[in-house]
């Protein structure tokens, strides 16, 4: 692919970026083509400063269209390639607006995927200093996400979701939430034997009832509309049988051989 057709097409995408179209999706794979062809995917060597601009621009694009598009697996790749131009070219580069929004992005994935050790090590390695970090709204947000996590202090994370610096940060603070409320609904099964509808709604930090109806479902609650309560359902205690007979017989056995050795 030539040089001024990658250019046309990189053109084509922020429009349709800009535009939130699906037609990122497509363009960003003939993109992706482009630039292995033109060995700006995974640059090594010296390179145009601007091809090398056009190519971090394409895959930070790219990395925040897959959290749009709810696809895990694409932003890791996005964010593997984004790192030659985020350490290898950061010297060469003019620095960019969407660098720590997606890494910001990463922390937060770490955090949903329960990889709190790769948390630490990736915040470390930021070319930021720690006194820094909390200047910085996009990655002192996933900072106090795992401090809120660790704490317990589940309703913090649930009001960050409103102030998430940038849109795509809610899907990651979503699926911190799902995971946050099946840890509470184990709780709740444990402690009680039921709830009003208002408080288990509040408890488990759902916006209306219908979300409310379809999570008890799932877990196998029984809901009472008229009573406005909901019952959990609890495993009966596994009662194990005693070989009371075999017990016996044992111990008979072993006091008949303690007589003959005595």
């Given at each position: 692919?030539?040089?001024?057709?990658?250019k046309?097409?990189?053109?084509?995408?922020?429009?349709?970026?800009d535009?939130?179209?699906p037609?990122?999706?497509?363009?960003l794979?003939?993109?992706?083509?482009g630039?292995?062809?033109?060995?700006?995917l995974t640059?090594?060597?010296?390179h145009?400063?601007?091809?090398?601009?056009?190519?971090?621009?394409?895959?930070?694009i790219?990395?925040?269209w897959?959290?749009?598009?709810?696809?895990v697996?694409s932003?890791?790749?996005?964010?593997?390639?984004?790192q030659?131009?985020y350490?290898?070219?950061?010297?060469?580069l003019?620095?960019?607006?969407?660098e720590?929004p997606?890494?910001?992005l990463?922390l937060?994935r770490?955090?949903?995927q329960?990889?709190?050790?790769?948390?630490?090590?990736?915040?470390?390695?930021l070319?930021?200093?720690?006194?820094?970090?909390?200047?910085?709204?996009?990655?002192?947000?996933?900072?106090?996400?795992?401090?809120?996590?660790?704490?317990?202090s589940?309703s913090k994370?649930?009001?960050a979701?409103e102030?998430?610096?940038?849109?795509?940060?809610?899907?990651?603070?979503?699926?911190l939430?799902?995971?946050?409320?099946?840890?509470i609904?184990?709780?709740?099964?444990?402690?009680y034997?039921?709830?009003p509808?208002?408080?288990?709604?509040?408890?488990?930090?759902?916006?209306?009832?219908s979300?409310?109806l379809k999570?008890?479902?799932?877990r196998?609650?029984r809901?009472d509309?008229s009573?406005q309560?909901i019952t959990f359902?609890?495993?009966?205690e596994?009662?194990?049988e005693i070989p009371k007979?075999?017990l016996i017989?044992s111990?008979?056995a072993?006091?008949?051989?303690l007589e003959?050795?005595?």
């Amino acid at each position: 692919m030539a040089h001024n057709q990658l250019k046309s097409l990189y053109t084509d995408l922020k429009r349709s970026f800009d535009a939130n179209s699906p037609k990122c999706t497509p363009a960003l794979a003939q993109l992706k083509i482009g630039l292995i062809e033109n060995g700006l995917l995974t640059p090594q060597g010296e390179h145009n400063v601007d091809d090398l601009v056009v190519a971090r621009d394409i895959l930070e694009i790219g990395a925040i269209w897959s959290i749009r598009a709810r696809d895990v697996p694409s932003f890791d790749r996005y964010f593997s390639q984004l790192q030659t131009f985020y350490t290898d070219y950061s010297s060469v580069l003019p620095p960019s607006k969407n660098e720590y929004p997606i890494r910001g992005l990463n922390l937060i994935r770490l955090l949903t995927q329960n990889r709190i050790a790769d948390f630490h090590t990736t915040l470390e390695s930021l070319p930021i200093p720690a006194d820094a970090i909390a200047e910085n709204p996009y990655i002192s947000h996933p900072v106090n996400l795992e401090q809120w996590l660790m704490e317990g202090s589940y309703s913090k994370v649930w009001n960050a979701r409103e102030r998430a610096p940038v849109e795509e940060y809610k899907f990651f603070v979503d699926s911190l939430m799902g995971t946050i409320r099946n840890e509470i609904a184990s709780c709740e099964e444990a402690a009680y034997e039921s709830l009003p509808l208002k408080d288990a709604l509040t408890l488990l930090f759902f916006s209306n009832q219908s979300e409310l109806l379809k999570f008890a479902q799932e877990r196998g609650w029984r809901v009472d509309l008229s009573g406005q309560t909901i019952t959990f359902t609890k495993k009966g205690e596994e009662q194990a049988e005693i070989p009371k007979q075999k017990l016996i017989s044992s111990s008979l056995a072993y006091a008949r051989e303690l007589e003959r050795i005595v």
